[in-house]
């Protein structure tokens, strides 16, 4: 049987469109996509492409949920589009929009230079806290060391919390929940000795304080790597280090 024969439902995607440089305002844009029951939104979407409306922008590059690219609102909430398949959604039309809290670049592609800038400004990487030569060997780690900070490992920069994140929609200053779980990753670890300068980094107005705990963060994680849990943890290390800021200063006076 040919892929098309298996082709017998269809489904209508209610599409944003967006064109900053020559569109007023997004609209929405309605197509009748065949499919079956193992496709994917991203694969719709990308039938969409081929056969209908070759002007349709979007992200995606693995297809397997790890690269983190296709994230997208699906009826109304942050999903990743190649992980999210069409038979698990309800009847009806499914409506795709770019991914709240971000400025739309064109269609269902939003601008990423602010998160990457939050993400650079956290130290994402090791800092050692004794430099070693090649001679010298490798940094060793306990299974207990790694499972300290494994999980946090796992974000895939999707930014599907930002998206939930009531607080950065409020306030796009603030650093968010992507960039709180990167930081708790590395200060977590323990080869790292950088914790101070991302505590600083994190102590001001937009800073890990400015989060109200709503905790949705977690929720529409692909990865389970519940930044709500980083932000808490980041919360006790930063109060810890500002009451040890003034201990030590009553101690130097």
């Given at each position: ?31 009748q ?117 494994e ?47 991302r ?55």
């Amino acid at each position: 049987m040919s892929e098309a024969a298996t082709l017998t439902k269809t489904v209508e995607l209610r599409i944003l469109r967006y064109l900053p440089a020559s569109d007023e305002s997004p609209s929405f844009r309605s197509f009748q996509v065949p499919y079956s029951d193992d496709m994917s939104v991203l694969q719709a979407l990308q039938t969409i492409k081929d056969t209908l409306d070759a002007t349709l922008s979007f992200r995606w590059s693995c297809r397997m949920a790890v690269c983190g690219s296709c994230g997208m609102m699906i009826n109304g909430e942050p999903r990743l589009a190649c992980n999210t398949f069409l038979r698990n959604l309800p009847p009806g039309p499914v409506t795709v929009e770019a991914l709240k809290n971000f400025p739309i670049e064109r269609d269902l592609v939003v601008s990423v230079g602010d998160f990457v800038k939050k993400i650079e400004s956290i130290y994402p990487y090791i800092i050692p806290k004794e430099p070693k030569t090649v001679a010298q060997g490798t940094y060793l780690q306990t299974p207990a060391q790694l499972a300290a900070y494994e999980s946090f490992s796992d974000c895939i920069n999707c930014m599907l919390c930002y998206a939930a994140c009531p607080q950065f929609g409020e306030n796009p200053d603030f650093i968010g929940p992507g960039a709180m779980a990167l930081l708790q990753r590395y200060n977590g670890d323990s080869r790292d000795g950088g914790q101070q300068k991302r505590l600083d980094a994190i102590a001001g107005e937009d800073g890990v304080w400015s989060c109200t705990a709503v905790g949705i963060c977690s929720e529409v994680c692909p990865k389970h790597v519940d930044p709500a849990n980083a932000i808490n943890q980041n919360k006790t290390n930063s109060a810890f280090d500002f009451f040890l800021h003034y201990l030590r200063k009553d101690a130097a006076q």
